[in-house]
């Protein structure tokens, strides 16, 4: 006998149209199905008025390796608990702890986590400086024969900030390239301090290739000291190059976002970079971003698409991010409360708020997996 679920009178965020329309979403042994469908006895109801129903919020920036890393974070905390139904942890993984990272968090956990491969063997286990010796990184053959196997791989990461890859300059970069060009992945690519310069960094991504901590407030970003999106990030956009906001604990500024979004149309994904240091503040949750954003001017179903068509097309995602039948049934409902708070950005700016969202309900494949109390 199937068994189903039934969100009635919900307001209903389709982010493939970024409308928003009061309907209900069926659910069916943890597929959604049409309305129009025959429903079976078994079909629970469950009353959502007053709240926002929307695909599984993904957040495609994380850092959850807590069994191996000191700055892992438990990933249903950050996960279902949030709101968030799937999680990219985001390079915290070599190709030699990747094993363990399946078994002990992928497996263990009721959020999906899927990964950026760190292209240092020993991905963030060993420090934080995982591409200052340039023997320690993953050979084309090692990571064509772990791709053999692991199917939770959706690409690389590589971080490139001076306290990471020191005298290295770029050339961890160009080196993931080759690597991405191999294996056909995507390259996520964090960018702080310099050197390499912004400038090095751009002109070696391609087409679906991801800028995280695109908007940070640190000197050499992506905005001129005029204010002006510079050229390299111009050509970057161009070429199909995501830029993804990754908050984290020194990479977002309120001031690098409403420059950005007085001038510029260009869509982005937003994520976290959370982690155990930041989780507190100043980062807090995937919906706390939100908050932030929103109140910067964006609106509810743009923010919507940023953590669901997107990263599910940056990603190449085939069951997350959307509403279509047949798919599986993952379903953030959330409420838009009104609430005045100081929301703080990497920077330690302040910015009172007067709404913030709020999770209520996690579903994962149809099932409820969290419940605000």
């Not at 056909?184 to 391609?206: D, K, R, S, W, Y």
Request: net charge negative; glycine share 8%; hydrophobic share 40%.
């Amino acid at each position: 006998m199937t068994e189903g679920l039934l969100l009635k009178n919900g307001w209903v965020i389709d982010p493939e149209t970024e409308k928003t329309t009061k309907k209900d979403v069926l659910i069916i042994d943890g597929k959604f199905i049409q309305l129009e469908s025959d429903k079976t006895s078994t079909v629970m109801e469950l009353d959502v008025t007053g709240c926002y129903v929307a695909p599984g919020f993904i957040d495609m920036h994380v850092h959850v390796f807590e069994t191996e890393t000191t700055i892992g974070i438990n990933p249903d905390l950050v996960g279902i608990n949030q709101g968030v139904t799937t999680i990219v942890d985001a390079g915290s993984s070599g190709v030699n702890d990747f094993p363990t990272f399946k078994t002990k968090i992928i497996d263990q956990n009721q959020t999906e986590v899927l990964a950026f491969l760190n292209i240092s063997r020993n991905g963030l286990c060993s420090g934080l400086s995982e591409l200052a010796n340039m023997k320690d990184l993953m050979t084309g053959d090692e990571l064509q024969e772990l791709l053999k196997t692991q199917t939770d791989i959706v690409g690389l990461k590589a971080r490139m900030s001076y306290s990471v890859v020191k005298d290295n300059g770029v050339k961890p970069l160009e080196y993931a390239r080759t690597l991405a060009d191999l294996s056909q992945l995507p390259i996520m690519v964090h960018i702080g301090n310099a050197p390499p310069e912004l400038i090095e960094i751009l002109p070696l991504l391609q087409k679906e290739d991801i800028v995280t901590h695109a908007f940070h407030g640190k000197k050499g970003g992506i905005l001129s000291n005029e204010g002006k999106l510079i050229d390299a990030a111009h050509d970057a956009i161009k070429r199909g190059v995501l830029f993804d906001v990754g908050h984290g604990t020194s990479s977002f500024s309120f001031q690098t976002m409403k420059t950005y979004k007085k001038n510029y149309p260009y869509p982005f994904t937003t994520s976290t970079d959370i982690y155990l240091g930041n989780y507190d503040k100043p980062v807090g949750s995937l919906m706390t971003t939100m908050s932030k954003l929103l109140a910067l001017g964006y609106s509810l179903e743009e923010l919507v698409a940023s953590v669901t068509a997107r990263p599910k097309k940056a990603l190449r995602l085939s069951e997350q991010g959307c509403f279509t039948p047949g798919t599986r049934a993952d379903v953030t409902i959330f409420k838009l409360i009104d609430k005045r708070e100081i929301l703080i950005d990497s920077q330690g700016e302040g910015m009172e708020v007067s709404k913030m969202l709020v999770p209520h309900i996690t579903i994962r494949q149809g099932r409820i997996v969290y419940k605000a109390k």
